[in-house]
């Protein structure tokens, strides 16, 4: 079950309240200089578990849309986003093969193994054939105990589980990289746009400081 979207209002405001301009900055640069080049300027973009909206906000396409369990989504969401209230494994509001690429990030670990399933399941439904899913995830191999510091994180998921997902919900792999991002802006993420943009320039950097895993999947 997901947690109900008033507790996630407070918990994530608590959480975030002193980092939102830092994170805004990391996914402009993000999306630019790495995700864009998996995303058609002309595509239907859908940002599954939004959060914040850094990504949806950031990215450039032809139509975006956010869905998150957290109200607060209407609000984060930039001017032409798309926003939708609901569970991420019954988003009604889309049609069946509407959507040329989904995104989730962060997201897994706060929910249980059927709920990761059947998001998976969904985000099939609603991706066109020639789709792809993206996932961002905090990969536990390299995470350590670090993964529990959060107390909503009650799933551990790694490269290999995540992967084992992708190929049981319909999914080929078509790209892993299972060290790409540090765990979290709290720890040693390169701080400013410069910095960042070097770091998504040199992958021996992901090998040391990497602790988030990348996939993207397509429709089998």
């Given at each position: 079950m997901?947690?109900?979207?008033?507790?996630?209002?407070?918990?994530?405001?608590?959480?975030?309240?002193?980092?939102?301009?830092?994170?805004?900055?990391?996914?402009?640069?993000?999306?630019?200089?790495?995700?864009?080049?998996?995303?058609?300027?002309?595509?239907?973009?859908?940002?599954v578990?939004?959060?914040?909206?850094?990504?949806?906000?950031?990215?450039?396409?032809?139509?975006?849309?956010?869905?998150?369990l957290?109200?607060?989504?209407?609000?984060r969401?930039?001017?032409?986003?798309?926003?939708?209230?609901?569970r991420?494994?019954?988003?009604?509001?889309?049609?069946?093969g509407?959507?040329?690429?989904?995104f989730?990030?962060?997201?897994?670990?706060?929910?249980?193994?059927?709920?990761?399933?059947?998001?998976?399941?969904?985000?099939r439904?609603?991706?066109?054939?020639?789709?792809?899913?993206?996932?961002?995830?905090?990969?536990?191999?390299y995470?350590?105990?670090?993964y529990?510091?959060?107390?909503?994180?009650?799933?551990?998921?790694?490269?290999?589980?995540?992967?084992?997902?992708?190929?049981?919900?319909?999914?080929?792999?078509?790209?892993?990289?299972?060290?790409?991002?540090?765990?979290?802006?709290?720890?040693?993420?390169?701080?400013?746009p410069?910095?960042?943009?070097?770091?998504?320039?040199?992958?021996?950097?992901?090998?040391?400081?990497?602790?988030?895993?990348?996939?993207?999947?397509?429709?089998?």
């Amino acid at each position: 079950m997901q947690p109900h979207g008033e507790n996630l209002r407070d918990l994530y405001a608590r959480r975030f309240a002193d980092e939102q301009e830092i994170r805004s900055d990391l996914w402009e640069v993000l999306c630019r200089h790495f995700f864009q080049q998996f995303v058609p300027k002309d595509a239907v973009v859908l940002d599954v578990a939004a959060g914040h909206c850094e990504f949806v906000n950031n990215i450039r396409a032809g139509r975006r849309i956010a869905v998150d369990l957290n109200p607060d989504v209407v609000l984060r969401a930039a001017p032409g986003v798309e926003t939708h209230v609901c569970r991420s494994d019954e988003m009604t509001p889309l049609e069946t093969g509407s959507v040329d690429r989904v995104f989730i990030s962060n997201f897994f670990e706060h929910v249980p193994r059927e709920v990761i399933v059947s998001t998976l399941d969904e985000c099939r439904r609603v991706l066109r054939p020639d789709g792809r899913l993206m996932v961002l995830q905090p990969n536990v191999r390299y995470c350590g105990r670090d993964y529990w510091m959060f107390l909503d994180h009650i799933t551990p998921v790694d490269d290999r589980a995540l992967a084992e997902a992708f190929r049981a919900t319909g999914f080929d792999v078509e790209r892993s990289i299972p060290r790409f991002l540090p765990y979290t802006t709290k720890g040693r993420l390169p701080s400013g746009p410069g910095l960042v943009k070097l770091y998504l320039k040199v992958p021996l950097a992901w090998k040391v400081m990497g602790a988030q895993a990348f996939m993207i999947g397509r429709p089998a």
